[in-house]
C-alpha cells in the first residue's frame, strides 16, 4: 500500500471500537488474521467483513496465534489474531510466548469484560490482563473507544522495533462496542512501523573497530548466526562478509537461512546437534555470534562455546550480549547493519585475509564429504519403517528453492534443522524454537501457506503435535491452501520415549500412541491423504503433495518405532549417552 492511499482513504465519523480497530488495521496493510469470535469483539468482525478484509476462523485460539507467528515471520510483518474474553484470550498465551522469545513482531486483540460489569463473575471472566501480561512484549490496555487508533499505532511501534515481538491490546466490551466521532486524522499510521525492523540502529564505532582487529587477527574466525539475522534481514550483508573475509558460517535452528546451506561456506548446524560445525568450533580462534541468544541447544547446554575463544557478540538487544558466555568485545545494534560495518572496517585487507584464509576454507567441503560418507547410510536407508535421515533426504531432493518448510517441536525440527537444506538464503526454515511448544508444525503451515501462496509450502510434525492440532485440518481445507502435511508417524511421544529409553532402561510410561491412520483421517475430512511406508516412495508422495494447490495433503510417513534410534544426536556422534544425561 502506498502512502497516499493509506492517507487519503481515511474514514471519519461516528463508528464504534471494533471498526475504528479493522480501520487502522486496514490503513496498517495486515495480512490474513486469525482468530475466534466472541461477543466482545464482534463489532470488529462486522467491521472486517465490512470492509473486506481476510479473516480466518481457526478452531483453537493458541492455532490462531502460531499462524500470525507463522505469517510474520515469513513476512516480517506483524501477524495478527484474536481471542475473545477468558478462555479466548487464554489459549493465546503459548503463541504469544512462541513470538515474545523468537522477537516475532504481532499484534493479538483480546475481548475483555464489559466495565460496568467486572469483577462480579461475568461469564468467562479472568484476570487475563495479569495472565498475558509476561507472554508479550507489551499489554496495552485500551480504555476509551477515542484512543484506538492511537494505541494500536503505539502497538504497531512497539511490535517492530528494537527486538520485535508481540502486543497484545486488550479491549473492554464496552470500549470495543461504544461509539466515537473520529476525524479522518484520527486514521495515521508510521509507515515505517509495519516491518521489522522499524529502525535500524549502528554499533558504536569504536566497538566495531575492536571487533575489526580480532578478526583480522584471526587465523580461524567463524560466524555463528541465529534467528535475529531473519528479523534484521540481513542476508547480504552477512554474505558480503563471510565472502570478502572467507569466514565460514554455522546456525542454530532458528538462523538456518541466514546463508543458503548449499553455499561452499556453510557448514551447518551447531550445538547440540552439528554435522561439522562443532568440530569447527573447537579450534576457531574468534566467534562472530550474530543475532543468536546462544541459548540451551546452541550451546550444548552451555558447554559451548569454549571460554578461551574471544567472542564477538552482536545483537540488537544490549542486555543479551554475555549473558551466558562473556564477550570480548559488545556490538549493540542490527544485524544487517553490523555487518555491514565490519564488512567495511576489515575491507582493505580483504584480498590478503582471503589468501591466508584459503586452506581454512578448504577444510569444509573435505569435512563435509566426509561426514556425508559417514552419514550415507541412513540418508541414504531402504530401511523400513522409514528411517529419519532418509525422510529429510528426500524432502532436500523434493522441495524445490522457494520452499518454506515448517518444523514442529518433536523430532521433526530436530532432524531436520540437522539435515534439511535450504537452498537460498531467507527465512525458509521455520522451527517454533522461541518457545518449542508441539503442535506448532500445521497452524504454522496454514500461516506461512497464506504468506507465501506462490510458494510451495510443506509442514512437517510429530503424531503428537498433530494430534493436538487435528481440528485446524479443517481450516486448512477451508482456506483452500495447498499445503503438505508431513505427519512423521512414530506412533509415539518419540522424544519422551527416546530419553526414558536412554535414561530410564526403557521403562516407558506415557509415550506411547495408537497406531493412527493420519491419511485416512485427512481423506475423511475432505483432503487428500497419503500413507508412505516404503521409502522409495517419499519422493514421489512429497511431489504429489506439492502439486495439489487448492486443498491440504497430508502424508502420513510410517517411520521407525525404535526408540533407541528416535534421537538425531546418538546418530550424529555429537552426544554420548550416558545414564542420568540430559541429552536432548
Ligand atoms: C506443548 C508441549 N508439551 C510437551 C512438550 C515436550 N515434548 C517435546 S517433544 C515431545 C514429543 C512429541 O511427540 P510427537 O509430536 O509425536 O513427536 P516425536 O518426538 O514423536 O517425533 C514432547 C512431549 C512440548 N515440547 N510441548
Ligand atoms: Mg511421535
New binding site residues.
Given amino acids: 500500500m502506498t502512502d497516499a492511499v493509506r492517507t487519503s482513504n481515511r474514514p471519519a465519523g461516528r463508528m464504534n471500537g471494533g471498526h475504528a480497530l479493522a480501520e487502522m488495521l486496514r490503513l496498517a496493510g495486515v495480512g490474513p488474521m486469525f482468530g475466534m469470535g466472541g461477543f466482545q469483539l464482534l463489532p470488529f468482525y462486522d467491521a472486517l467483513s465490512q470492509l473486506g478484509m481476510r479473516h480466518f476462523l481457526i478452531n483453537d485460539e493458541r492455532c490462531g496465534a502460531f499462524a500470525a507467528e507463522a505469517y510474520a515471520r515469513v513476512t516480517n510483518r506483524p501477524g495478527v489474531c484474536d481471542g475473545t474474553l477468558g478462555p479466548g484470550a487464554t489459549n493465546l498465551v503459548?503463541g504469544l510466548i512462541e513470538a515474545l522469545n523468537a522477537g516475532t513482531p504481532m499484534i493479538a486483540l483480546a475481548g475483555d469484560t464489559n466495565r460496568a460489569h467486572s469483577w462480579k463473575n461475568m461469564t468467562q471472566e479472568c484476570r487475563q490482563a495479569e495472565i498475558l501480561r509476561p507472554a508479550v512484549k507489551e499489554l496495552i490496555r485500551v480504555e476509551l473507544t477515542s484512543r484506538v487508533p492511537e494505541l494500536l499505532r503505539r502497538a504497531f511501534a512497539v511490535a517492530t522495533s528494537g527486538r520485535p515481538g508481540p502486543v497484545l491490546l486488550d479491549v473492554p466490551e464496552d470500549v470495543c462496542h461504544g461509539e466515537h466521532d473520529f476525524a479522518a486524522e484520527d486514521f495515521a499510521i508510521d509507515p515505517t512501523t509495519l516491518s521489522a525492523p522499524a529502525r535500524r540502529i549502528r554499533p558504536d564505532k569504536a566497538d566495531i573497530t575492536s571487533a575489526a582487529a580480532l578478526l583480522a587477527r584471526a587465523k580461524r574466525p567463524l560466524i555463528l548466526v541465529g534467528g535475529g539475522i531473519h528479523l534484521s534481514a540481513g542476508y547480504e550483508a552477512l554474505l558480503a562478509l563471510a565472502e570478502a573475509q572467507s569466514i565460514p558460517v554455522a546456525h542454530t535452528m532458528s538462523g538456518k537461512g541466514g546463508i543458503a546451506c548449499t553455499h561452499p561456506l556453510s557448514v551447518g548446524l551447531f550445538g547440540r546437534y552439528s554435522r561439522i560445525a562443532n568440530e569447527l568450533i573447537e579450534p576457531a580462534d574468534c566467534l562472530l555470534v550474530v543475532g543468536c541468544k546462544l541459548g540451551e541447544i546452541a550451546t550444548k547446554r552451555y558447554v559451548l562455546p569454549p571460554g578461551n575463544i574471544p567472542l564477538v557478540h552482536l545483537d540488537i538487544l544490549a542486555e543479551e550480549i554475555g549473558r551466558c558466555s562473556p564477550a570480548a568485545v559488545a556490538l549493540w545494534g542490527d544485524a544487517r547493519a553490523g555487518l555491514e560495518d565490519l564488512t567495511e572496517a576489515l575491507a582493505d585487507d580483504a584480498r590478503q585475509a582471503r589468501a591466508a584464509r584459503a586452506d581454512y576454507i578448504g577444510e569444509i567441503p573435505a569435512r563435509m564429504t566426509s561426514w556425508r560418507q559417514e552419514a550415507a547410510a541412513r540418508l541414504d536407508s531402504g530401511e523400513r519403517p522409514i528411517h529419519m535421515a532418509r525422510l529429510c533426504r528426500e524432502l532436500n531432493n523434493a522441495l524445490p528453492a522457494d520452499s518454506i518448510l515448517v518444523a514442529?517441536?518433536?523430532?521433526?525440527g530436530?532432524?531436520t534443522g540437522l539435515l534439511y537444506d535450504t537452498k537460498v538464503p531467507g527465512r525458509r526454515f521455520i522451527p517454533d524454537r522461541g518457545?518449542?511448544?508441539?503442535?506448532y508444525g500445521l497452524p504454522g503451515g496454514i500461516g506461512a501457506a497464506l504468506a507465501a501462496p506462490q510458494m510451495p509450502v510443506v509442514a512437517i510434525?510429530?503424531?503428537?503435535?498433530?494430534?493436538?492440532m487435528l481440528g485446524e485440518i479443517e481450516t486448512a481445507r477451508r482456506a483452500g491452501i495447498g499445503l503438505t502435511i508431513v505427519v512423521?508417524?512414530?506412533a509415539?511421544?518419540?522424544?519422551?520415549?527416546?530419553l526414558q529409553h536412554a535414561m530410564f532402561r526403557g521403562r516407558y510410561q506415557s509415550?506411547d500412541?495408537v497406531e493412527m491412520d493420519y491419511a485416512a483421517i485427512a481423506r475423511a475430512m475432505g483432503c487428500a491423504g497419503i500413507r508412505v511406508d516404503d521409502p522409495g516412495r517419499l519422493g514421489a508422495a512429497l511431489r504429489e503433495g506439492l502439486a495439489e494447490r487448492s486443498r491440504p495433503t497430508v502424508l502420513d510417513i510410517v517411520?521407525t518405532r525404535d526408540p533407541a534410534r528416535?534421537l538425531p544426536a546418538v546418530d550424529n556422534r555429537t552426544v554420548e549417552i550416558r545414564q542420568g544425561d540430559r541429552v536432548a
Fill in positions: 503459548t514442529d517441536g518433536g523430532f521433526a530436530h532432524w518457545l518449542a511448544s508441539i503442535g510434525t510429530g503424531d503428537g503435535g498433530f494430534n493436538m512423521v508417524n512414530n509415539a511421544s518419540g522424544y519422551v520415549k527416546a509415550s500412541l517411520v528416535m
